[in-house]
């Protein structure tokens, strides 16, 4: 069993940045693919950003640019740094990650707003 705990969420004003952590703690395991997903209310979920284990990544057109998704494996963290934010990215960002042998596990989400 894997727990994710993700952090750094909160209120920013448009152009700002924030920084979200995704720790994952367990037993015996390691994560292969790492990804942000986000939710805005009344959106379905969508897929904000991603990461191998070889360290290729991928992102939403829409934050081309401006996130950049990252990992520590020796921590088991994965961030998702977020710059020159707009009202638009308001949502419940979550965190997903894909173990080589457990699975794949959800974070709780974290709410980011985004607003003057």
């Known amino acids: 069993q894997v727990q994710l705990v993700e952090s750094g969420g909160g209120l920013v004003q448009p152009g700002g940045s924030l920084r979200l952590s995704c720790a994952a703690s367990?037993?015996?395991?390691?994560?292969?693919?790492a990804r942000w997903y986000r939710q805005a209310p009344g959106k379905e979920r969508e897929l904000v950003a991603a990461i191998t284990s070889s360290y290729n990544t991928n992102y939403a057109d829409s934050v081309k640019g401006r996130f950049t998704i990252s990992r520590d494996n020796a921590k088991n963290t994965v961030y998702l740094h977020m710059n020159s934010l707009k009202p638009e990215d308001t949502a419940v960002y979550y965190c997903?990650?894909?173990?080589?042998?457990?699975?794949?596990?959800w974070g709780q989400g974290t709410q980011v707003t985004v607003s003057s």
């Open positions: 367990g037993s015996e395991f390691s994560i292969n693919v």
């Open positions: 997903n990650v894909l173990t080589y042998y457990h699975g794949g596990y």
